[in-house]
């Protein structure tokens, strides 16, 4: 009996992507982004599809069903009467959009049938549908309640209901122009970050403030339910009609125009940060609390951009009601694609689901996120062969050992192994490592490796058996997408000098005994590491912490700020020489900083136009 391929696909809003399921299971996905070296690339996923296609052993007109994670038809309706609504105010964006959408978001059929070689059925999910589907389905639960929450799909802005066996059923929806997802992203453009882009920066700035502005915001601009449904004040918002998110009504209310990307950050971006932050955090535990209570549900999983708050997850597993919490590592539109797959697989076509099955051996669907391309050891030596880079091999039994010396020895890491995450996260495949114990640690990754702002905090990896020992949480946590305080004993009390500090003077004061990963509020976005899916990272904190009694290393993504994730040895091998990283390691082939001979990128000239700095 032959193999039943779905290809999903992502594309045309932002952090497009693909996926490949074989028979209910996945094969490969990854963002577009990480081919074409263009951070948030929107585009058709063409490079993304190949990749997977290549993965499956198979060829475009081999597949079974391609599925679209939305309904463009759907979607260009809700533009066009909101364009109507707001004429003439907001001919301009028409303008803009219309040459996209006439051109390619319409055409979805004939971009897939151009560059799939497909011409089969093309079957459309609704977006909401397809970030429930990419929640659920591959969660490690018999039956759960879903809720997403993202900025928009077609109309619909949140949603909520209950997947049972291979059925899943939505309940309720929250519609445009109200949505917490654009709530957050217009205090993004406020603050003075990119939207779609910034919104975790903001989440990472919000310990240093105040929650001054809260009352104003709910007061004014707000009106929160006691079940987490919202609407906004739209005399304040730009979106609808506009190029911008906020306009001068929200500018008086707030006493003064967005901060100018780049320039300093104030106590005033601060405490605007800290203030939404407790908004949205207080809405999605709303929410949880009202899902909870219409589908009496033990379990709830979670997808949506808004689901990537990684702090308001944290409340939901410990203040919601819930016994569980399952988040989709690809909760942002990337993971539509994965969405769009499982939607096909188990509602349009009828197929039994078995939640061991779906595991299959692992602790959900989604094998530890690592879906993304790999490279052999022939082929890391043979790209380094062609740059003249210095390297030495260890024997793949060596390297954990080896790595957890020179970490101990407080070098940065350059750690490229095995499959690429699918999702925004880096999670031990393609990361940057530091020893979370050195009180120099955050800034040294921050200034001279990651080149971003230096109030950003970096994530923990601790090994699964012993993440109660050092942080107030007791579950898995394998993507990152769960924030839990440092325990109590692993603390630094602060001087009563100390405790006056305000703002980013309050970077400086080391909080804990694993300093590096310390957020200014004693917490921690933690990743958990089980040997099942990723036994060498495994295996490097393991002699990590038979060297230092700490089984904790920091990791942080293998890029520099403005662009994606490495994908191949030579965007690793690139960044590594425009970094003061210290060390890289690419399968087995350990590359020293010091041996290099800094003129072989010379001859790059396209560099820094490629990864320029947003």
Same mark, same amino acid.
């Given at each position: ?10 594309a ?17 996905? +990854? ?23 290549? +993965? ?92 997403t ?34 709530l ?70 707030f006493?003064?125009?967005?901060? %100018?990307?780049?320039?300093?950050l ?57 016994e ?32 061991? %099955? ?36 260890l024997?793949h ?38 020893d ?5 640690? %955050? ?58 500090l ?22 921690a ?18 002699a ?16 520099v ?54």
């Amino acid at each position: 009996m032959s193999s039943t391929h779905i290809l999903g696909i992502s594309a045309y809003y932002h952090d497009s992507a693909a996926c490949l399921m074989r028979d209910g299971e996945i094969v490969a996905a +990854a963002q577009e982004e990480r081919f074409t070296r263009k951070k948030h690339d929107h585009r058709f996923p063409a490079n993304a599809v190949e990749y997977c296609l290549k +993965a499956g052993g198979i060829k475009g007109a081999e597949v079974d069903y391609v599925a679209f994670y939305d309904k463009p038809l759907l979607k260009f309706e809700r533009l066009l009467e909101t364009y109507i609504d707001y004429a003439p105010s907001g001919l301009r964006s028409f303008l803009m959009a219309m040459p996209l959408w006439l051109r390619e978001k319409l055409w979805i059929r004939e971009q897939v049938e151009e560059h799939c070689n497909y011409k089969g059925k093309v079957l459309f999910t609704e977006h909401h549908e397809s970030h429930a589907a990419s929640a659920f389905f591959p969660a490690p639960f018999e039956s759960a309640a879903v809720l997403t929450m993202d900025g928009v799909g077609e109309w619909a802005t949140s949603s909520y209901g209950y997947g049972r066996g291979n059925e899943l059923h939505l309940l309720a929806e929250l519609h445009f122009p109200h949505s917490l997802g654009l709530l957050y992203s217009a205090f993004t453009y406020y603050t003075g970050f990119k939207v779609n882009s910034g919104e975790y920066k903001v989440m990472g700035l919000a310990p240093y403030g105040e929650p001054k502005y809260v009352k104003l915001m709910l007061d004014e601009l707000i009106d929160l339910r006691a079940d987490g449904s919202l609407s906004l004040n739209m005399k304040y918002f730009n979106y609808c009609q506009g190029l911008t998110m906020t306009n001068g009504a929200f500018d008086r209310l707030f006493g003064g125009k967005p901060r %100018q990307p780049e320039s300093q950050l104030t106590q005033r971006e601060m405490d605007l940060a800290r203030s939404i932050q407790d908004v949205v955090e207080e809405a999605m535990l709303r929410m949880a609390r009202h899902v909870h209570k219409e589908t009496g549900e033990r379990n709830l999983c979670l997808a949506g951009g808004v689901a990537l708050n990684c702090v308001g997850n944290g409340r939901i597993l410990r203040e919601g009601p819930f016994e569980n919490v399952w988040i989709q590592p690809a909760a942002g539109d990337a993971g539509g694609a994965l969405g769009a797959c499982l939607s096909t697989w188990y509602q349009y076509l009828g197929n039994a689901r078995d939640v061991e %099955q779906v595991k299959g051996g692992h602790a959900d669907g989604m094998r530890g996120s690592y879906l993304g391309p790999d490279f052999t050891n022939e082929e890391i030596r043979a790209y380094l062969d062609t740059t003249g880079a210095t390297y030495r091999r260890l024997e793949h039994n060596e390297l954990a050992e080896y790595v957890a010396g020179l970490l101990a020895q407080e070098k940065v890491v350059g750690w490229f192994q095995g499959r690429m995450e699918f999702g925004p996260r880096a999670l031990g495949a393609r990361s940057i490592l530091g020893d979370p114990r050195s009180p120099k640690m %955050q800034a040294q990754m921050n200034l001279k490796i990651k080149f971003r702002e230096s109030f950003r905090p970096f994530a923990p990896s601790v090994l699964r058996e012993r993440v109660a020992d050092y942080f107030e949480m007791d579950c898995d946590s394998p993507y990152m997408l769960l924030v839990a305080p440092v325990q109590e004993r692993h603390r630094i009390s602060m001087t009563d000098a100390e405790q006056k500090l305000f703002g980013i003077t309050k970077l400086n004061v080391p909080r804990s005994t694993i300093p590096a990963i310390t957020h200014v509020d004693y917490s921690a976005r933690v990743q958990t590491v089980s040997r099942v899916d990723n036994p060498l990272y495994y295996d490097l904190i393991a002699a990590f912490e038979r060297l230092t009694d700490c089984p904790v290393v920091v990791n942080t993504s293998f890029n520099v700020r403005g662009e994606p994730i490495v994908c191949a040895p030579e965007h690793a091998f690139t960044c590594f020489m425009r970094t003061e990283m210290d060390v890289l390691v690419m399968g087995d082939y350990v590359l020293d900083k010091r041996d290099q001979d800094i003129n072989l990128l010379d001859r790059d000239l396209t560099w820094q136009e490629e990864f320029q700095l947003d």
